[in-house]
């Protein structure tokens, strides 16, 4: 497992996937303030309904999925893929409930935790730099919140096709059925079966 130092911690935290509007030396001075953690493949780093006590966690190296069970189903879905500089659990000390998802190690992982105490502590000693990290998380919720609307956008999109789809094939059963009928009604006043005509007797003989 790779060793990180402070500015490799600090170059994660404000990547693209973290905290981009936190400038590098704020990162410079909370990453101190961080745990590290190493999980094995299949290890639970968070489990559903367990408490939110850890304000963030950045995944310094490794892979992990979050996993959640939808409506209707038994099986956990993979609901986000999570890679070196990905933050999660951001929410649960926002609004105090229990976790709704399950996050899993699928590699060897390391990760950097900052957890409700520490971020209480930069607060009372540096209020600054506790309103600049809030600002930072809060524009990566909005983030994350933008591109959520975008995917129901999208799946609202696709639910609508898929329902033209479906009415326009079932008008063209039903169109299609009130064909058929036609034809049958017309072969029994024809005396046509399905067949060919009926069967009638030999010219020239008479029925007994």
Not at 58 to 82: F, Y
């Amino acid at each position: 497992m790779h060793r990180f130092t402070y500015e490799d911690g600090a170059r994660l935290l404000t990547s693209d996937p973290a905290l981009p509007d936190l400038p590098l030396a704020d990162a410079l001075s909370i990453v101190p303030f961080m745990k590290l953690t190493l999980a094995r493949p299949g290890a639970v780093m968070f489990r559903a309904g367990g408490p939110g006590h850890q304000f963030l966690v950045l995944l310094l190296d490794g892979d992990a999925v979050v996993e959640g069970q939808l409506t209707g189903t038994k099986d956990a879905t993979v609901l986000r893929t999570l890679v070196p500089g990905s933050l999660f659990g951001e929410l649960g000390v926002m609004d105090s409930m229990a976790r709704s998802v399950v996050v899993r190690a699928t590699s060897d992982a390391c990760l950097a935790t900052l957890d409700d105490a520490a971020l209480a502590q930069i607060i009372r000693d540096n209020p600054v730099l506790g309103c600049t990290l809030l600002q930072a998380v809060l524009g990566h919720v909005m983030r994350r919140l933008r591109a959520a609307n975008h995917k129901i956008e999208t799946l609202n999109e696709i639910n609508a096709t898929l329902r033209a789809e479906w009415n326009a094939e079932s008008r063209f059963d039903r169109q299609t059925g009130a064909r058929l009928s036609v034809l049958m009604k017309l072969e029994r006043q024809l005396g046509v079966s399905s067949g060919g005509l009926e069967s009638q007797p030999p010219m020239g003989t008479e029925k007994a």
